[in-house]
């Protein structure tokens, strides 16, 4: 009878039982095998979709790749073979991984781009900065709350909250912030401060949060006096009346104390950028924010001089931005206003080993050292301390590209290149070499190929302007115009018209003599059916402005001025643009 019992989990089975129940257990063991062998094609097609897939992708972004490149060769030849490596690197990353994911493999770091392992670690690098500066600030006891500095340890985010904004702003102007003495002191000790805020006039009613607060200048006597406050809290108030004084001084702890907050500022600003990159406008943090840190680190005292040190401290934190072309807008917004601070913006870019453009780059600093219409010609004990700061390499082409400037008569521009070269310990014969005489027409050719690098990477046009006419003024003939038409007709439509509008004007506001008859070389051609896709472009953009401004300068300006050289084709432009019932400003 036991031989008769099959044992099935906890129940027992008879073979009766057993036999009863086999055809069921058939039936689903044939209803199992039929759907695995569904599931098995179904497996299957999907295998043959996402092949397929992978195999459209491959193809699809190799031809977005080749019409990139397409693209890329049209920028300048100095800038090509680094797009085009960038490109190919991207293109062969992206290969691996669709090959890879058609094998099978889905290896986390196979699948994790390069771009974001550099993000990755940029931040981790930023976060740790931030946490040095933020102790840096703590040791050099400035005026700001210990509480709230170390919060930024392991929240940077805060940095950019109310609170912490209204503080730092206070630390900058040498005030604190009304809510901080009150939360810390009571109300009762707002008798020694002064309100920077309140004004019966230009804000009667601030909040009570965004008051600033100053000492009176009889604080110290005031406290002194009988008053509701313990020892201390006197004691307190007093400490912090001689933090704020000597935060605004201009002794070694003061600028220590400035530049260790910069540096933070920088360092915060870059890291909540690219933790926010879709959202934050990447030219107002580099064209505008970021420089203008790298400007008050570089001058944090008035008649600051650069230095080799703090110039290294600068591009350590360009060093940590992570895409290039991000450190050259952060260096080219750099001394927009002039003054020491641009040449900060060229002595920054000579030391940069990705710049490219180097002779317009010198030619630029050498004018901007000798500035036109100066009186005194520059000495070397003015230029040594600057070239000091360069590369040997850079040094030389400084002084030789100096031996040919226009700027000053050649006998002291070459006295002048003789003396840097002593002084900095050139070799005096590659100094002595002057450069070798080239036929006028190549010279012409260089000449208008560094004008047109200016238009191509969008200088100032009051600046390409000013270029046009000194060329034009120095040698005067149909090849020079001939050769400044080709040169803006290869920029941008935008490009050609703020140049031509701020042509006719000197630095001095005068009218160019030589303005009209140029740019009535310029407008014939431009109205001429050769160049009837320049004129296209030309139209489409005064198009566009109009739409969005119907009054702007920029428009009113360029109509003028063709009008100025020629009614007609100014008649035919603004029909052209849709202006027939709007008068040209003249």
Known sequence: MAQDTIQVGNAPLTREELEREWPEVRLRLEQLASRCAVLEEEVKSLRRLLERVIEHRQKSHGELVLLLTGLVSKLPIQDV?????????HNTHVSDILTALGKGQTDAELLRPPLLEALEGTKNRLREAAREAVKELMRLETPLEVEMLQSLIEEPERFFTPPVVRATRCFVKGQVPRERIV???GEAALFCFQDM?????????????????????????????????????RAALLELQRRIQQSRGNSAEALAQREAFTRLSFILDLLHFYE??????????????????????????????????VVAKIEELLGMVLSPEHRLMIINNVGKAGGPARTLKFVLRLRAPETT?????ILDFIRHLCPSGAGAPPRAAQWVPLLRLLPPERQKMVVRALMGTDRLPKEKARALALELAAALGLPPLEVQTPPAALPPELERERAWERIQEQLQHHADPRAVAEAIRERLHAHYNADELRQSWLALSTADPMTLIRVCSALPYTKDGRTDPIAHPVLQSYISRLMHDKYAAVYQRVVNSLRQIHKVRPDSPTLQNFLAVVRWVDPAAA??????????????RA
């Open 197 to 233: 805020t309140t004004d019966p006039k230009l804000n009667p009613r601030p909040k009570p949060e965004e008051i600033a607060l100053a000492f009176r200048p009889d604080a110290e006597q005031l406290l002194q006096q009988d008053n509701p406050l313990s020892p201390q809290q």
């Open 357 to 361: 453009d180097l002779d317009v780059i």
């Open 276 to 309: 926010h990159q879709s959202t934050e406008p990447v030219d107002v943090v580099f064209a505008q924010r970021l420089p203008a840190l790298v400007e008050q680190l570089a001058f944090n005292r008035p008649g600051a001089e650069l230095e080799e040190g």
């Open 183 to 185: 939360r810390q002191f």
């Open 81 to 89: 073979g680094v797009f085009v490596s960038r490109l190919v690197e």
């Open 571 to 584: 008649a035919r432009l603004t029909a052209d643009v849709g202006l027939e019932s709007q008068p040209v």
